[in-house]
């Protein structure tokens, strides 16, 4: 019996229905908890413990379960009362072009495999470049460029690997890492920086976790002078700088004209992660976060954060794409083409940890094209209005205080109380499935964070979030 393929017709049927599906979700997402209750399990419990043995099921039945057994077991975070985390944007243009990209199903691990898959990633990746103002170095004309990752966490294993290439003067491509390099960031930087340390093979202890200033957050020049100075004394070798644009805790910008120098001076590579942040910067009033970038040898952000555009979709740039593929290019016979050879075109997948690449690069095509400069701008600045409105609603109340500046879309803030309490103001307004808050520590004190970034977010959820908080900071001093 032969397998029961979906014919064109069969698929636009229920493509239409699925489309539908998503339409109505989306319709209908406000009125639905923000993240569900029921205990663990819940879904396991729901679904056949063996898979089907025969096919044809309609895509009706299946839709049908979507509504039954997946929706109430989901964390919604599209919804417009989800303000944990930071958001994670979808968009009708990005899902199309995700979905013509599973359509394609095309694979572009080299330029010969699908040569205007890469083309067109290189045209959006200088699209983006340019939509950011970010320096002339990073542009494809040059010897820089930039590749769609798919996560910020994989930009910096790759911008670590890069460095280790550079600090080892190639070495450690054949020896792999005889010495002890050193890699340096904040203590709000994040923990995907600690992961691509320990992958790269320095260890837990090859990352340096640099003090930060108190008022600011931000990494202190003078401290990561100390510590790469400390480690040359001991016969270390300083390989790569993380400086983040947007700290996951409370989005503070790293000094990056300070620590550019410092790494000029001792010839480190210089990655900087920005990946909630970056998105900033298509608004020119916000890219004041992005000066000393120049700097830097790698950054990356993420639009699949706060661009409107799905996850996985991580923009990464290097000012030299020579120093990258040196490190990661492994070639086999069976990859080799003429017009590899020919050094005419691009292969991605010196630029990335694995072979095999999805076409993101049309998601982001799909995006900018229905949204434009202005359109996006539009997105990022009424985020960042409906923070600050957020803001003014703490400042005038004296039970409650900001905890650390909002210069984007997140605001840090507690009520005037013990750690404990703070933590049952976060569960009691979380548990009313109304909106979704989450929390970080501050100069060691319990913080809750609210970040703004969904796309149906307006002034009436960022009001309703207040009103919940207030309320029940009320019975909770009253206590």
Known sequence: MSAPHMDPDEFR????????????????LHQRPVAPADPPGTVVEALPSTPPSTGGEPVEAVLADLDAIVLPGLTHWQHPGFFGYFPANISGP??????????????????????????????????????????????????????????????????????????????????GVDRRYRAYASVHGHSSIEKAVRIAGLGADGIRSIDVDPDTQALRPDALRAAIEADLAAGDVPAVVVATIGTTSTTAVDPLPEIGAICAEYGIWLHVDAAYAGSAAVCPELRWSHAGLEYADSYCFDPHKWLLTGFDCDAFWVADRGELIEALTVLPEFLRNAASESGAVIDYRDWQVPLGRRFRALKLWFVLRWYGAEGLRAHI??????????????RADDRFELAAAHPFALVCFRLRADDDTNAELLAQVNGTGRVLLTHTRVDGRYVLRLAVGAPQTTETHVDEAWTLLAEAADKLLAR
């Open 13 to 28: 049927r229920a493509g239409h229905a699925v489309v539908d599906w998503i339409a109505d979700y989306w319709t209908t």
């Open 381 to 394: 600045r009424s985020g960042v209005a409906l923070a600050a409105r957020f803001a003014d609603r703490v």
């Open 94 to 175: 990005s899902v199309l072009g995700d979905l013509v990209s599973s359509g394609l199903g095309v694979q572009g691990m080299l330029w010969a495999t699908s040569p205007a898959c890469t083309e067109l990633e290189t045209v959006m990746m200088d699209w983006l470049a340019e939509l950011l103002d970010l320096p002339q170095r990073f542009r494809s004309s040059g010897a820089g460029g930039g590749v769609i990752q798919d996560s910020a966490s994989s930009a910096t294993l790759v911008a670590t690997l890069a460095a280790l290439h550079r600090a080892s003067a190639g070495h450690w491509r054949v020896a």
